[in-house]
Nanobody, 124 residues
Framework: QLLLVESGGDLVQPGGSLRLSCAASGFSLANAAIGWFRQAPEKEREGVSC????????AYADSVKGRFTIFRDNAKGTVYLQMNGLKPEDTAVYYC?????????????????WGQGTQVTVSS
């Protein structure tokens, strides 16, 4: 069974930072394209960022560009989403997803595996 596990979600004040992690069980993330998505209450799930299997700079939704950074450590089999300058509108459940094909901009398509999600709440 292919499983992804996210961690790092928390309650943080506006302007704060969090680092989310995405690790895999049952397969290696080393060559997989990884996407981060989020879903706020009563909203549809949306793509946030995506990084190809070879790494590189990643791509971002306009709403997070300049504040979030996606990067991977293939030696550890982990992909991270560094989130700085958090805003209340960033509050959501964040999911990572893995696919064998390249990112389509900042969105991962043809998702092969999803994580269970981690809650990020930005509030004073």
């Amino acid at each position: 069974q292919l499983l992804l596990v996210e961690s790092g979600g928390d309650l943080v004040q506006p302007g704060g930072s969090l680092r989310l992690s995405c690790a895999a069980s049952g397969f290696s993330l080393a060559n997989a394209a990884i996407g981060w998505f989020r879903q706020a209450p009563e909203k549809e799930r949306e793509g946030v960022s995506c990084i190809s299997g070879s790494g590189g700079t990643g791509a971002y939704a306009d709403s997070v560009k300049g504040r979030f950074t996606i990067f991977r450590d293939n030696a550890k089999g982990t992909v991270y989403l560094q989130m700085n300058g958090l805003k209340p509108e960033d509050t959501a459940v964040y999911y990572c997803a893995a696919g064998i094909y390249a990112c389509s901009g900042y969105v991962l398509k043809d998702v092969g595996a999803w994580g269970q999600g981690t809650q990020v709440t930005v509030s004073s």
